[in-house]
């Protein structure tokens, strides 16, 4: 099964109130997941969404994945692969930021096949522009009432 997602992270106040989105498109069907945390980054939140909408897929799918962010896009095809070889140390020898979410979304991928894509954040891309109202939403329905939490649509 080949699925399309598009992620997003959104921060109001870095660190501060955070929330994430992710869109997920196969066939004629569409998942919406979003949500938010109260204390948060967002690198992280960026992280989640991606963690978030490879942990949906219920079997190994081809996955085309977009996202807004080059810290996602960059840290797993170029920078995991020697993390992972300095034990989760960057080539400074300082321990990886986010590493937690790090390691579980390089576990995710490896459940999938996974091709990422970069998009221009507010350029007019559907599901990029789609994927960041989620994520403003999950600021406002979960962050900004200082819950951590998430939502899903289905259609």
């Not at 994430?20 to 109260?38: C, K, Q, S, T």
């Not at 897929?57 to 840290?75: F, I, N, P, Q, W």
């Amino acid at each position: 099964m080949s699925v399309d997602i598009w992620t997003d992270g959104a921060c109001r106040g870095n660190p501060g109130p955070g929330g994430w989105g992710a869109v997920l498109r196969w066939n004629d069907h569409e998942i919406r997941l979003w949500g938010g945390e109260p204390a948060t980054t967002n690198n992280r939140m960026e992280l989640t969404a991606a963690l978030r909408a490879l942990s949906a897929l219920k079997r190994r799918c081809d996955v085309a994945l977009h996202t807004d962010s080059e810290y996602v896009r960059r840290g797993i095809l170029e920078w995991l692969p020697n993390w992972k070889k300095r034990d989760w140390r960057t080539a400074a020898k300082t321990p990886v930021k986010n590493a937690d979410l790090w390691r579980l979304l390089d576990e995710a991928c490896s459940q999938h096949d996974v091709k990422w894509h970069w998009v221009k954040g507010h350029s007019g891309d559907p599901g990029n522009d789609l994927a960041d109202a989620l994520a403003n939403r999950g600021v406002d329905e979960f962050a900004l009432k200082g819950r951590t939490d998430m939502a899903e649509e289905r259609s």
